[in-house]
T-cell receptor
Framework: EADIYQTPRYLVIGTGKKITLECSQTMGHDKMYWYQQDPGMELHLIHYSYGVNSTEKGDLSSESTVSRIRTEHFPLTLESARPSHTSQYLC??????????????FGPGTRLTVL | KNQVEQSPQSLIILEGKNCTLQCNYTVSPFSNLRWYKQDTGRGPVSLTIMTFSENTKSNGRYTATLDADTKQSSLHITASQLSDSASYICVVVDRGSTLGRLYFGRGTQLTVWP
């Protein structure tokens, strides 16, 4: 079992609220990722980070923002939640033993519902 | 367009039976292919990683095959157990960028009945 944690596991909030989804890992991994996954659909990369003070947008456009002040912590923030943000958010980290074979370790996910 | 297609979309089998899941991809240039298992409400867990030169790799009752020429992979599960019920996701990594871009399939939802 990978040492990567996400809180909260489930969140139901109203439209317009600001929320932060927490992700932390204790493996010292440099690379971290946020994915969005709707039921029965593939994972879509929304943010990633190569290390401290490094953040990049992924393939799927997202109104969320991320920060990477510490290696182990990669929180995702939505300034004003909308029903279209309802989804599962998965955090992952990886540290490559070799350049092209690094394994991504996923957290348990946060199921977000915006009413 | 880089894509990963999985079949079947869902599958129901009886406990103890074998099954094979398919993955076809168009990702290029190819780096490696991974199979993940995702239990309901959980994050995916890696089962196997296969590079270009590997044809077969096993992990317990899971055996993955790769044909890089036809761009096809399969995941064979032997003597299925109830705990095998999950979504199995095929992921292909390209080597065209420093990040190693991951392309995800939509998964095959496997249900094992007693």
């Amino acid at each position: 079992e990978a040492d990567i944690y996400q809180t909260p596991r489930y969140l139901v909030i109203g439209t317009g609220k600001k929320i932060t989804l927490e992700c932390s890992q204790t493996m010292g991994h440099d690379k971290m990722y946020w994915y969005q996954q709707d039921p029965g659909m593939e994972l879509h990369l929304i943010h990633y980070s190569y290390g401290v003070n490094s953040t990049e947008k992924g393939d799927l456009s997202s109104e969320s923002t991320v920060s990477r002040i510490r290696t182990e912590h990669f929180p995702l923030t939505l300034e004003s939640a909308r029903p279209s943000h309802t989804s599962q958010y998965l955090c992952a980290s990886s540290d490559p033993p070799g350049h092209y074979t690094d394994t991504q370790y996923f957290g348990p996910g946060t199921r977000l519902t915006v009413l | 367009k880089n894509q990963v297609e999985q079949s079947p979309q869902s599958l129901i089998i009886l406990e103890g039976k074998n099954c094979t899941l398919q993955c076809n991809y168009t990702v290029s240039p190819f780096s490696n292919l991974r199979w993940y298992k995702q239990d309901t409400g959980r994050g995916p867990v890696s089962l196997t990683i296969m590079t270009f030169s590997e044809n077969t790799k096993s992990n317990g009752r899971y055996t993955a095959t790769l044909d890089a020429d036809t761009k096809q992979s399969s995941l064979h599960i032997t003597a299925s157990q109830l705990s095998d019920s999950a979504s199995y996701i095929c992921v292909v990594v390209d080597r065209g960028s420093t990040l190693g871009r991951l392309y995800f399939g939509r998964g095959t939802q496997l249900t094992v009945w007693p």
